[in-house]
C-alpha cells in the first residue's frame, strides 16, 4: 500500500510561484512513474505533469509548458511541482498520483494507481 501527502498549495496572485510537494510512503517510490493531476470546480481531473522512476523523462500538458517543473527525490520519497507565472486558470485542487512498476508516464487518470488527497491552488487575478 503507497500513501501520498500533498503540501505546498495556497493563495497567490497572478504572476507568483507556489512549489507543491508529494510525500510517499512505502518502497515502491523508486519504482514508480508519478504525475500531478488538476481539477477545476465543474469540469474533469486533467493530466498536468508526469515524471518516470528515474526522473529521467518528463511530460507536461502544452498549457503549463515552460512555467511548470516537475521533479523528484527519490532519497527522500518525494516529487515536487515549482509553478511560477501562475495564471487564474491553475486554479485548481491538485492531485498527486503514483503507477506502481510503471517507467511510461501516462496522462490517464485510470493510468495510476494511488492518489493523495489533494491540495488546493488558488491563483488571483
Known amino acids: 500500500q503507497v500513501q501520498l501527502v500533498e503540501s505546498g498549495g495556497g493563495l497567490v496572485q497572478a504572476g507568483g510561484s507556489l512549489r507543491l510537494s508529494c510525500a510517499a510512503s512505502g518502497r515502491t517510490f523508486s519504482t514508480s512513474a508519478m504525475a500531478w493531476f488538476r481539477q477545476a470546480p465543474g469540469k474533469e481531473r486533467e493530466f498536468a505533469a508526469g515524471?518516470?522512476?528515474?526522473?529521467?523523462?518528463?511530460y507536461y500538458v502544452d498549457s503549463v509548458k515552460g512555467r511548470f517543473t516537475i521533479s523528484r527525490d527519490n532519497a527522500k520519497n518525494t516529487v515536487f511541482l515549482q509553478m511560477n507565472s501562475l495564471k487564474p486558470e491553475d486554479t485548481a485542487v491538485y492531485y498527486c498520483?503514483?503507477?506502481?512498476?510503471?517507467?511510461?508516464?501516462?496522462?490517464?487518470?485510470?493510468?495510476?494507481?494511488?492518489w493523495g488527497q489533494g491540495t488546493q491552488v488558488t491563483v488571483s487575478s
Open positions: 498520483a503514483a503507477r506502481n512498476y510503471r517507467v511510461i508516464i501516462g496522462t490517464n487518470p485510470n493510468d495510476y494507481d494511488y
Open positions: 515524471i518516470s522512476p528515474s526522473g529521467g523523462s518528463t
